[in-house]
């Protein structure tokens, strides 16, 4: 039961992946304009030069396999994905667009892991003590309050942040992941370092997100302490206690996770305002400067691991679900 | 002994148009081992009167009366204490059978947190064991336990619901339409097993419902409900032979007799059909 389970869930993986970098290899050709001539065209606008481009134009073609016919350019193209070879990037020549990503997707996924799990769980736990009815007043207050934040961009919320505690009290650095010059290790420096660098820009996240997971568990809250089995759970005497974790909030908890794993996917594109308030050296920001420079390939590279992770996400979703809700595998017969 | 006497009860629900009393001064009494019926329509304040006692009124209040549990001032009880009364010493058949079980536990822990949470004690095996008794008393399979609500049907989630009830020994039992959930045929199942785990317990019952003819073959006793209003209480063959209350006699006269039945039958006949057949 369990494997056939899976084993849809893991075709349907496959077919997401598969129109994925189909769309992501179609799009860009069936735009307007040619990316090699616009490129070549601004290089030599900046460079001074000027004339005919042409015979550049076709060598720069034939270089990138844009001369051969739609369908071996597009066989060409899985051979590449599956080689992790991404092409190299526009913009800063020669250098590889998986070396980019690599370079900082590290940066990225600690940054917006971390938050955004912190966010899931305090905004979840909040969520849940708002719409449990024997919550203090004081502690409802509190709650509504931090769900304010939620109205106010995360970009604001980073900027208001980084004039308060790095400009005006100078406790945390503007900007960066690390300190200039200082080399990566894996020691306690090198963590502190990070985790010093880190703190703006994830308490702008963290304090954006808070409330939007707090709004929706509490929505999901009140509408399960509706329900009959509550109702039985209160007439059979049990503690308060437990009918709030496991008779509220475990089932309120079932469309969190399902929002949280689709969160978890887009990580990878990272927060771009919230990267470039901070120059964070993360995908975000790379992704901004590619868009500035028209760097087609990078952005290419990265909407392509952007749709891959979203999609196993998805999966390992899909997989942990039965896990959480016993509904789910036997449930469709 | 008497199990249970309710005095003047009145229950009273603010609303924006003054305060409506859902029960107005119903009393009624039960002794050890006794089935009362309760009937009357929706709205009539049956469910009230049982919410009341088990103080699960919600945005209710009962404003006036007396309620004795077992001989004790059930006023006298604080909010924080009422919890080990339930179940404890009258538990609660839910109505909605289908979804009075938590979808995410299994039908193991669920019973066994009334125990947990009544600090009855036992070593895992035990508490299996026990569970599993239970189960097989109100004729379902001990290793039910192991399942989730998804995966029973409707009956056997009320007999789950009966298995609960009985679980700590209470010496009351409130079944708020336990049946109606249900088809006919499990209907008649599960009521006798209620009656015979009811009975093999010793608890007194209140039964409520408005299916009369279910009633009357279950109940020794009959309260007839009509807007918040115990309008008549007596045994049931008095009660379907000489009704008082107008209400009452309405509720019988809506049974199919047989003789009814004939008549159900001809108008198959009736002059009316056959013109429309033309």
């Not at chain 1, 028209?294 to 998805?314: K, R």
């Not at chain 2, 009393?27 to 919410?51: C, D, M, P, W």
């Not at chain 2, 909605?96 to 095996?125: C, W, Y």
């Not at chain 2, 115990?230 to 107008?246: A, D, K, M, S, W």
Request: aromatic content about 10%.
């Amino acid at each position: 039961m369990y494997a056939q389970y899976v084993a849809r869930r893991f075709g349907m993986m496959l077919l997401v992946v598969v129109l994925a970098v189909s769309i992501n290899f179609l799009l860009p050709r069936l735009m307007p304009g040619d990316p090699v001539e616009a490129q070549l065209n601004q290089l030599l606008a900046t460079g001074g030069g000027g004339g005919d481009i042409s015979a550049m134009v076709d060598a720069y073609r034939a270089r990138f396999g844009l001369d051969q016919p739609l369908l071996a350019q597009y066989f060409s193209y899985w051979r590449s994905v599956f080689s992790l070879d991404l092409g190299v990037s526009l913009a800063a020549y020669p250098e590889r667009v998986s070396h980019a990503i690599l370079a900082g997707l590290p940066w990225t996924l600690g940054l917006l892991g971390f938050a955004t799990l912190v966010s899931f769980v305090l905004g979840t736990w909040l969520g849940g003590l708002l719409g449990w009815p024997r919550t203090p007043r004081i502690a409802r207050a509190f709650g509504s309050g931090l769900i304010l934040f939620s109205s106010v961009p995360y970009f604001l919320i980073g900027m208001v942040l980084l004039y308060l505690f790095a400009i005006v009290f100078r406790w945390f650095p503007a900007g960066g992941g690390m300190p200039f010059g200082q080399s990566a290790g894996f020691n306690w420096q090198t963590l502190t370092a990070i985790a010093w660098h880190g703190t703006l820009p994830a308490a702008s996240i963290i304090l954006a997100e808070i409330g939007a997971w707090a709004l929706g568990m509490r929505g999901m809250m009140v509408s399960v302490l509706g329900e009959d089995y509550i109702t039985l759970a209160e007439a059979k005497g049990l503690k308060p206690r437990r009918i709030f974790r496991w008779y509220g909030l475990r089932n309120a908890l079932l469309p969190q996770l399902t929002k949280l794993a689709m969160t978890l996917g887009h990580i990878v594109s990272g927060a771009i305002l919230v990267e470039v308030i901070f120059s964070y050296p993360g995908i975000g920001f790379r992704l901004y400067q590619a868009i500035q420079a028209n760097d087609y390939f990078v952005i290419q590279g990265i909407v392509l691991l952007l749709s891959v992770s979203i999609a196993i996400a998805m999966f390992i979703l899909d997989l942990a679900y039965p896990l959480i809700d016993p509904r789910i595998t036997t449930g469709r017969e | 002994m008497t199990v249970l006497d309710i005095r003047n009860l009145t229950v009273e629900y603010r609303t924006p148009r003054g305060p409506f009393h859902a029960v107005r001064n119903v009393s009624f009494s039960l002794e050890a081992g006794e089935r009362f019926g309760l009937v009357g329509e929706s709205g009539s304040g049956k469910s009230t009167t049982i919410l009341a006692l088990m103080r699960m009124l919600r945005g209710g209040m009962i404003t006036g009366g007396e309620l004795l549990l077992n001989g004790r001032d059930l006023a006298a009880v604080p909010d924080a204490r009422y919890r080990t009364i339930r179940f404890a010493e009258m538990s609660l058949v839910p109505q909605g059978a289908m979804s009075s079980l938590n979808p995410v536990l299994k039908i193991g822990r669920q019973i066994g947190d009334i125990f947990a949470d009544h600090r009855v004690r036992h070593t895992p095996e035990a508490r299996r064991r026990i569970i599993g008794d239970l189960l097989a008393r109100v004729g379902l399979a001990p290793e039910v336990q192991d399942r989730f609500p998804h995966e029973l049907s409707g009956g056997m989630k009320q007999r789950v619901c009966i298995a609960m009830a009985i679980a700590l020994k209470p010496s009351l039992i409130l079944a708020d339409e336990p049946t109606s959930a249900l088809d006919v045929m499990v209907q008649k199942q599960v009521l006798a097993t209620l009656g015979r785990v009811q009975r093999e317990l010793g608890a007194a019952i209140v039964l409520i419902g408005h299916d009369m003819a279910l009633m009357a073959h279950f109940v020794g006793r009959l309260g007839v409900m009509y807007r918040g209003e115990l309008v008549e209480t007596g045994p049931v063959r008095e009660i379907f032979t000489n009704p008082q209350h107008p209400y009452t006699r309405m509720l019988i006269d809506s049974l199919p007799s047989f003789d009814r039945l004939a008549s159900f039958r001809t108008a198959k006949r009736s002059p009316v059909l056959q013109r429309g057949r033309v």
